[in-house]
T-cell receptor, first 115, second 115 residues
Framework: GAGVSQTPSNKVTEKGKYVELRCDPI?????LYWYRQSLGQGPEFLIY????????DSGLPNDRFFAVRPEGSVSTLKIQRTERGDSAVYLC?????????????FGPGTRLTVL | DAKTTQPNSMESNEEEPVHLPCNHSTISGTDYIHWYRQLPSQGPEYVIHGLTSNVNNRMASLAIAEDRKSSTLILHRATLRDAAVYYC????????????????FGQGTILTVHP
């Protein structure tokens, strides 16, 4: 079946602009995660959704970052007033239930470049 | 989440076994040991996980020390497609917490496989 998809694959924007990154999880997965990966580093957790609600948003770096999952499926990560330090690959993952033994299935990521 | 320590890099020859070590001396009784790997330009993918006993699947084997303070991921016959960054991750068992679903990645081990 189809895996996790993310759009766009690449996004170039200017400092101060607003961007939206989209994630389509595997159908039927209730848990959805966003991570951010800077060059040479491991992915860093941002936010975790269980259904429509954010169960853990402790990884969001500041209030410029916001994510939604209004119908419990597709999720959008929104970044306001982008800064050059926001440049990274943004990864989305989904899992069937969200438990500690659940496998997380990752998408290919969106590479964000802020000029 | 408890911290893991892995070598920065390892090398192997094709068709030979590879043993990737991970130290987690502060592991608690409620932590599962998970391994993910990330191939170049892709999102991470699940490899294997375990709690106390050794585990085998089609991709790899996981050997867990009796005191659980270390573990080893074993690739029985490395191929060029196994060249990736391998991450050893601890995840809490507890189902009630809000943060137990996320993965906390370290730097991982870069595995190079020579033909």
């Amino acid at each position: 079946g189809a895996g996790v998809s993310q759009t766009p694959s690449n996004k170039v924007t200017e400092k101060g602009k607003y961007v939206e990154l989209r994630c389509d999880p595997i159908s039927g997965h209730t848990a959805l995660y966003w991570y951010r990966q800077s060059l040479g580093q491991g992915p860093e957790f941002l936010i975790y959704f269980q259904g429509t609600g954010a169960a853990d948003d402790s990884g969001l770096p500041n209030d410029r970052f916001f994510a939604v999952r209004p119908e419990g499926s597709v999720s959008t990560l929104k970044i306001q007033r982008t800064e050059r330090g926001d440049s990274a690959v943004y990864l989305c993952a989904s899992s069937p239930r969200g438990g500690s033994t659940d496998t997380q299935y990752f998408g290919p990521g969106t590479r964000l470049t802020v000029l | 989440d408890a911290k893991t320590t892995q070598p920065n890099s390892m090398e192997s020859n094709e068709e030979e076994p590879v043993h990737l070590p991970c130290n987690h001396s502060t592991i608690s009784g409620t932590d599962y040991i998970h391994w993910y790997r990330q191939l170049p330009s892709q999102g991470p993918e699940y490899v294997i996980h375990g709690l106390t006993s050794n585990v085998n699947n089609r991709m790899a084997s996981l050997a867990i020390a009796e005191d659980r303070k270390s573990s080893t991921l074993i690739l029985h016959r490395a191929t060029l497609r196994d060249a990736a960054v391998y991450y050893c991750i601890l995840r809490e068992i507890s189902a009630g917490g809000t943060s137990y679903g996320k993965l906390t990645f370290g730097q991982g081990t870069i595995l190079t496989v020579h033909p």
